[in-house]
């Protein structure tokens, strides 16, 4: 069990470059596994999640191989097993675009219940009423989900929930599906996106993706395509907060500066200083103590859910009184115990946590109790006097890769203990 050991504070400068995106890369390997075909991927980020699906979907028969750390190339046409129940799914939430991607290509799959960080009850009831709304049978035995098809056909589905990964399963179950389905309520976060031009280029026929109505008119089969991932909105905006917690001056090269337009606006009402390029934003916090802003997590274009930690840490030492309001994930609060160690002032109420800024944290030992949550306490631990020992390192390890020596490389002093 690896640990984080942090002596700070330390002040970031200079830059960063962001990998390519985990929630498009964990869709976009289970959709290569639709063609009777071979794919190649490039710039995927080399983290945890990515190796689980790597054996994932050789388990199932694709033959994979990585040309390099960031290239995968796959070789679907083996792929002969529509069960996948092994451990590796079992670790993951995103495992379940097997469904929709074995649906899709097979009419049937059976795929073991998917697991992820624990921030309260995650349930797929909109992605099996999908594939029910497409003609497909549902049945859930023994934390296994079998779903099966005569025929998958084209349907008229509303969500009731906005939800990413019901999106991204039903277009690609639709993808091969006979005739038109249209999603209504789509997500319109940048993986979708990314997903749905994948999608396309392999022969699909989907418009609208980034909208909230898409619309997929099912095509026979797919072929093989190179496509390279878009950058991580998530890793981004955790590199630009913690340029900003540190009081450095950053560059976040390889970024797409409108997917961080919800962050940039906080960051900017706080006080610092954010300046957009064409693919790099450069973060200046040298000047002055931060404020305290009002934060509320929606689907996008709002605010991530999934830089709400981050963004706790860095209020906990802004100056005055922050609010955040979580309206995605009912328990994504775990976290502010460990935060709590460190110095910060929280009170959490239902959905709301109220943050007092103190002047600055203080090093302690804490557990990283999720992927978000575990960033959340490197970059507390940037601010924090002292040293800060962070466990349950697998966490972060899942979806950001080399967290340690991109900071280092900037000015942090961070150490990996491996146990
Ligand atoms: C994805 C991201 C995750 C992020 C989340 C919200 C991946 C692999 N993970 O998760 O990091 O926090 O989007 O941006 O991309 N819901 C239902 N029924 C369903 C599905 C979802 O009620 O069948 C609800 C959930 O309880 C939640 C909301 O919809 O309140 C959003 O969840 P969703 O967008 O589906 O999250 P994930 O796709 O699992």
Redesign the pocket.
Known sequence: MDKLVINGPNRLMGEVVISGAK?AA??IIPAAIMADDVCKIENLPNIEDVKSLFTTINKIGAKCQFLDKHTLKIDSRGVDNICATFEEVKKM??SYYLLGALLGRYKKAEVAMPGGCDF????????LKGFKAMGAEVAIERDVIRVWAKELKGAAIYMD??????TINIMLAATLATGTTTIENA?K?P?VVDVANFLNIMGAKIKGAGTDVIRIVGVEKLHGAEYTIIPDQIEAGTYMIAAAISGGDVTVRNLIPKHMDSLSAKLVEMGVDVEEFDDYIRINATERRLNAVSVKTM?YPGF???LQPQMAALLAVAEGTSKITEN???KRYQYTDELKRLGAQINVEGRVAIITGVNQLTGAKVDATDLRAGAAMVIAALNANGETIIGDVKYIDRGYEEIEDKLNQMGADIKRISM
Do not use: C, I, K, Q
Not at 120 to 127: E, I, K, N, Y
């Open positions: 929630n964990v869709a939430r995103a309260g009850t995650r349930p797929v009831d909109l992605h929930t906005v939800s990413v990964g019901a997500a976060e993986h689907a991530p859910t999934d995605v994930w009912e």
